[in-house]
């Protein structure tokens, strides 16, 4: 059943439109561009750390997959270029492998990822069915993670057939993991985004960081109802395609509920332009899922070269604004600027295509 499921996930992401209708809310804002950046382009540090980690760059692989043949090829080249570039990277969710142990290959990177910050994963409501502290640590200690992310899918859930509903009293448990396991937690959503109340709920029991999975992206309401067998679930799951809180808002929500918290930004972040908006927002690095999977079908050398367009393009946004570190992005301010017109639109196309309209 679970494999099933994980390669389902896969085939319906790669195949399926399942954007969330809703936009990342991004794309509203804008840097002030300045003409005199009085930097070396070259000298910019893109340079970050992340849970008492260094990256060269601000750029986490969100966790994806696991517990199939072709999880570990993708595991694999998504670490290779991990290892390569300096950046993060989470692995799917331990579960499949904590269950059937001959899976663990499928997630095992730490060979050709000896230097990076690699987080495990596992569902934070597992916790409430059966799971301990010590699931947490073996999970972490299969694949010589450093840290492990709690992923919370309230929605994905209540939309799945197989569906753990019970979400009472989990605040409890996730606060016993934070403090018996010996490496830092992070709680991340995937999708929905973290409000401020539960980034202050999260604070509280000790998570060390939070992912903030806003909506924008893929939406794992529009993924249930792809896989739905019950019909009931698919028209439910229709109810919820504009359902969420929109990236840029769950990381400005998570600073507020959260002053002092590392935010990761996700959910539909697909250029380094939409990177360093994150930054400027609060986050301290950007995690993206989509676009790392379409690459790593493919190949190390497409993943490696989806980084360099990405890092390359937050150097260029840094050096428009005038920011030589990370530091300084973080605090650069952002204009909200009405979106374009949707006639300009339908007449430039979104590619920036210019076609006449009705033609």
């Not at 070259?42 to 692989?61: C, E």
């Not at 690699?118 to 840290?147: F, I, P, S």
């Not at 808002?249 to 939409?274: F, N, W, Y």
Request: hydrophobic share 45%; with cysteine.
């Amino acid at each position: 059943m679970h494999h099933r499921r994980k390669a389902d996930h896969i085939r319906i992401n790669l195949e399926e439109d399942v954007s969330s209708w809703l936009s990342t809310g991004l794309e509203r804002l804008h840097f002030v561009h300045q003409a005199l950046p009085e930097l070396d382009l070259d000298a910019i540090d893109l340079g970050v750390t992340l849970l008492g980690k260094r990256l060269r760059a601000p750029l986490l692989i969100s966790s994806m997959t696991g517990g199939t043949e072709e999880a570990r090829h993708i595991n694999r080249r998504l670490a290779e270029a991990a290892q390569a570039a300096g950046i993060a990277m989470g692995l799917g969710s331990a579960r499949a492998a904590l269950e059937d142990p001959s899976l663990a290959s499928t997630y095992q990177v730490r060979d050709l990822a000896p230097e990076i910050l690699l987080l495990a994963n596992l569902g934070a409501v597992q916790l409430n069915y059966g799971y301990t502290v010590d699931h947490c640590r073996r999970a972490v200690e299969m694949v010589e993670a450093d840290g492990l992310v709690l992923h919370l899918n309230p929605l994905q859930e209540a939309l799945q057939p197989e569906g753990d509903r019970n979400w009472a009293n989990l605040l409890t448990k996730i606060e016993q993991v934070c403090r018996a396991l010996p490496v830092p937690v992070v709680a991340k959503e995937v999708g929905w985004g973290i409000s401020e109340r539960a980034a202050r709920q999260l604070a509280e029991a000790g998570v060390a960081a939070i992912d903030v999975a806003g909506a924008g992206g893929t939406s794992w309401s529009q993924v249930e109802m792809h896989r739905a067998r019950d019909p009931l679930l698919a028209r439910v799951a229709t109810h919820f395609r504009d359902w969420g809180i929109p990236t840029a808002e769950s990381i400005q929500m998570v600073r507020r509920g959260a002053p002092e918290m590392p935010i990761i930004a996700s959910g539909g972040l697909r250029t380094g332009v939409d990177v360093a908006k994150a930054i400027a927002l609060g986050a301290t690095a950007a995690g993206m899922a989509g676009p790392f999977l379409r690459a790593a079908v493919h190949s190390t050398e497409a993943v490696l070269e989806f980084i360099e367009e990405v890092t390359l393009t937050l150097r260029v946004a840094m050096f428009g604004v005038g920011a030589a570190d990370i530091a300084s992005l973080q605090a650069t301010p952002l204009q909200e600027r009405l979106p374009i017109p949707s006639e300009a639109q339908a007449l430039w196309g979104r590619d920036g295509s210019h076609h006449e309209a009705g033609r």
